[in-house]
């Protein structure tokens, strides 16, 4: 069982920048492909970026591309969001989420990939 744990959220100005942080524990993260989710009020929740369990592998959504970078350390067990130029229109409970893959390169994009969930870390971002 993998527990999951978000950090870094808060307030911040448009044009600002926060980095989140996802700490792994109760499991090898070294094994879990991850990723980064959002929802804002009244919205689904949707894909920001993924991670292979390798770290080789990222895809990020066309809307934070440039903008958003996931990266891991499987030695700290930490995956980490870092989100620049950020908008109002990034306000949202930012979820890590975890999957255990067989293969290094295994990435995935869609939320019933992941069987491990974080508890969320709230983004605002004001005009």
């Known amino acids: 069982q993998v527990q999951l744990v978000e950090s870094g959220g808060g307030l911040v100005q448009a044009g600002g920048s926060l980095r989140l942080s996802c700490a792994a524990s109760g499991g090898r993260n070294r094994n879990y492909a991850m990723a980064w989710f959002r929802q804002a009020p009244g919205k689904e929740r949707e894909i920001q970026a993924a991670i292979s369990r390798s770290g080789e592998n990222t895809r990020s959504a066309d809307s934070v591309k440039g903008r958003f970078t996931i990266s891991r350390d499987n030695a700290g067990g930490t995956v980490y969001l870092q989100m620049n130029s950020l908008k109002p229109e990034d306000t949202a409970v930012y979820y890590c989420?975890?999957?255990?893959?067989?293969?290094?390169?295994?990435?995935?994009?869609?939320?019933?990939?992941?069987?491990?969930w974080g508890r969320g870390a709230q983004v605002t971002v004001s005009s």
């Open positions: 989420a975890a999957a255990e893959t067989t293969y290094d390169t295994t990435i995935a994009l869609t939320q019933s990939f992941y069987e491990y």
